[in-house]
Every structure is written in C-alpha cells, then in structure tokens.
C-alpha cells in the first residue's frame, strides 16, 4: 500500500453483484437467519458509547426492517426499544459465519479489482444499520481497512496515527486489536481532554457506490445518517502486524490479570462482548509465546524469500543503476516544460477523478452543528473531487520529536476535573502500562531477548 492518507475511490464497484446488496435483498437471502444487533441510545453524551454499554438483541434482518419503518406498536424482539430513542447495529459480521451454507455469495465482493488477487467476501464483514448508529472512535491495530458503501450514507471522523496523544487512548473496555479514544468526539468534554482540541479532524460522507480506503492506525469514529445503511469491509493484512500481533499479546496478558484481579466476577465491565475466549492467565501466556513464535518463524521465510529475490535480481539492479541518472535528467526536463498546473496535480500523488483524498476539516463536531441525527450532504464528495464541506488542509501542530512532554500532559489532563485527586485506579495504570506506545518498546525487548 502507497497510500498514506484516507481516500475515497469511484467507479471501481459499479460492476459487482454486491453492489445491489440492501437490506431488503439481505432480509431475503438470509430469510429467518437471526443475528445480533447492538442497541445503542440516539442522545449524544460526552462519554463514549462503548459496546460494554449497550443493550443486545437477537433478531432476523426483517424484524429490523419492521422495527424501523413502523415506530408504532411494534411487537417482538425490539419491543423493549423505542424506536425514537434507540438505534440498532448489526456490525463486525464475518461473512464465513453469516453466509456459512451460502458460500458462493462470496463471490459478489471482489476486493481482486484492488490489486488483492483472490480476496473475495471471505474475507469480509458486514454491517447494517440505523439512523444514529456508530461504532466510537478507535484505530484497529493490525491492517489497514477498505469499506464499500453499499445503501444509505456513513459520516466518517477520521483523525492521524500522529495525533494518538490528542486522542487519550484506552484499553477499556478490552477488545484484541481496538484502542479506544476516552474521547466522545461528536461531543466532547474539553474540559477533562483539553488536548483533543489540537486533534486534526478530517470528516467525510461515504455515498453508495464509494470505497474509502482507512490506512493503518488512523483513529475513525463512524456513524450511520441515513434511515438504513448497509457496508461491507475488508481488513488487509501488512509486514507490520507480526509485531503488532506481540503488542497486544503483551495487552492482553497485563490487562487481563490486573482487571481480573481487582473484580474476578464482573469481566463484562471491562471485557467488550466480542472478546469470547478464555482470559485465564495460562491461555494469555500461550498466547503471547504463539505470538512471538509467529513473529520468527515469519523472520526467517521472509529472510530466505529476500534472499532468494537478491539472487534472481541482482543483474537487473546493476542495469537499473546506470539508467537512474538518465530517467531523472528526462523527468527534471520534462516537469520543466509542462504548465504549471499539470505539474501540481502530478506532485499531489495517484489522485484523480476517481482517486479522492480525505482531507482535514474545519468543520465543528455535529453535536455543535445541531445534532448528528440530521440527514445532510454537507460533507459529500463529488465526482469532481469537490468537497461540500468547509474543508482545507493544516500543517502538524506538534512534531512527534515532543511526545514526551505532550505524553506527560496527557497524563496530567486525564485529572483535570480533581485539583487534588490523589486516587490512582487500575484503569489509569493500565492507561500508562498498555499505552500503544509502551507495548510496542516492551514486544521489541521481548523479541531482541530472543533473538540473542
């Protein structure tokens, strides 16, 4: 992946069969399969929304449907839920399971056309919901993601891997491969995350039709806008994730045994209803010995593969070197005589008519907008890349070369509500012990110890 800014690519999915997928054609494919769906309150609250809060519901895609088209009277599994106060997600569906007797719908998603040669539904999620549903902010630690956007629209808050101290990460509620903001970013509480105010937001409607492409680390709070919405990912798998794979072993095995210790009975306060495995202390240790076992036996192929290319490569490098100079004296002669604004549009990267960049906003978080249960195209994307929303670019307010003051802060204005708070809990430990940034410096020493 060259790519290192989110992107929005057109007309790439006009030609898939997935592409008519709503949700009244999945109510008929999986007619009377039940699936769970995540309730969730319309308000907006300066706390997060964590899935550790919400109400749960199992029910076919049909009852959805009727739950939210007939606010009145509505009877059976979302009887206990207003319709005007609730919103339902039926998120992080893995197709192998959803479509497990109906294998050859795999084949409707054709993420292949992305350079990804045979990857396919089977490597997907589905998701499906209502007006206000939305996932809080957090960046996935392993990969980076492509979303097709098939029915209704998404509003897309989107902020850089380089903000992360801004962002007040959490690992509570637990969930493998989630770091969680503290941070309601549609309404937050700058009195207790002042810092979240030098966060560089870029906000983006995601259209039927459109694939946005998130790229690894890059935190993302989405929400639902229209009545219905219907989306498909696919996470894809990076070189970094081996390592990534160690840090959250190492999350795991300390959040686990100091959460546990404190209330051994109430894992459900701080474990998020994903996370179904054993989280006994003996499976967290295979778990991370699996982990770094991975990482090497990974080392040493990669080793014999590059190895291997060196050998067949080797005679073409030399041909390559004594062509470098010529190529750069043609592209310095050529760049000179073209017009100045080809020469811009050639120096903003692989973007184009139907390559869009995601670019930083300057537009207020919905909640200060007047509510984000508004059904708007402030924020769309056109076909000719304009945006329909206040939208510019800024330079980096604070150079990674200072993270360790903006760390300290961070750590001091994660108080601030207390001038005298002396009261240190497990969470504001474990803040400090599985911040991304600690986990990361620990799996290197546990792999160099290794590999000694």
Not at 391 to 410: F, P, W, Y
Request: aromatic share 10%.
């Amino acid at each position: 992946m060259s790519l290192h800014q989110p992107a929005i690519f057109c007309n790439m999915v006009f030609d898939w069969p997935a592409r008519h997928w709503t949700a009244k054609h999945l109510s008929e494919v999986l007619h009377g399969k039940q699936i769970r769906f995540r309730m969730g309150m319309k308000s907006t609250d300066t706390v997060p929304q964590f899935e550790t809060t919400c109400g749960y519901v199992e029910a076919t895609i049909e009852e959805f449907l009727a739950w939210n088209c007939d606010h009145s009277g509505i009877s059976g599994p979302f009887r206990d839920y207003d319709h005007s106060e609730f919103w339902a997600y039926a998120d992080y569906k893995y197709f192998v399971r959803l479509f497990e007797d109906k294998t050859d719908i795999f084949q409707d998603v054709i993420w292949s056309d992305f350079g990804f040669p045979g990857r396919n539904g089977r490597e997907s999620t589905l998701w499906i919901g209502s007006l206000g549903a939305h996932t809080p902010c957090h960046l996935d630690s392993y990969g980076c993601n492509l979303v097709f956007q098939v029915q209704g629209r998404k509003r897309w808050h989107l902020f850089p891997p380089e903000d992360t101290r801004f962002l007040y990460p959490t690992r509570i509620p637990y969930e493998e491969s989630s770091v969680f903001s503290k941070v309601s970013v549609v309404n937050p509480d700058l009195k207790r995350f002042p810092q979240f105010q030098k966060a560089r937001r870029h906000v983006v409607t995601l259209s039927p039709g459109q694939v946005l492409f998130v790229p690894r680390h890059w935190w993302h709070y989405v929400e639902c806008i229209d009545p219905v919405t219907v989306s498909i990912n696919s996470w894809i798998e990076l070189e970094e994730d081996h390592q990534a794979r160690v840090e959250e072993a190492i999350t795991r095995m300390l959040v686990c045994a100091l959460k546990s210790a404190e209330d051994p009975h109430n894992t459900r306060a701080w474990l998020n209803p994903t996370e179904v495995e054993e989280t006994s202390h003996e499976v967290n240790c295979r778990y991370l010995n699996g982990a770094i076992s991975a990482f090497f036996d990974h080392s040493r192929t990669s080793k014999v593969v590059e190895t291997q290319e060196l050998k067949t490569n080797g005679e073409d490098m030399k041909k390559n070197e004594l062509n470098v100079h010529h190529l750069m004296e043609v592209e310095q002669t050529g760049s000179q005589n073209l017009p100045l604004e080809t020469v811009k549009q050639e120096a903003a990267g692989p973007f184009g008519p139907d390559l869009l960049p995601v670019l930083p906003s300057s537009e207020k978080p919905p909640s200060e907008r007047g509510g984000i249960f508004e059904n708007d195209d402030k924020d769309c994307v056109g076909k000719g890349g304009e945006h329909f929303g206040k939208l510019h670019c800024t330079k980096r307010q604070r150079r990674m070369s200072k993270s360790e003051n903006a760390t300290v802060g961070q750590i001091a204005s994660n108080h601030a509500t207390a001038h005298c708070q002396t009261f240190i809990s497990t969470d504001d430990v474990l803040d400090c012990v599985v911040n991304p940034q600690v986990t990361k410096i620990v799996a290197q020493l546990l792999i160099q110890g290794r590999s000694l």
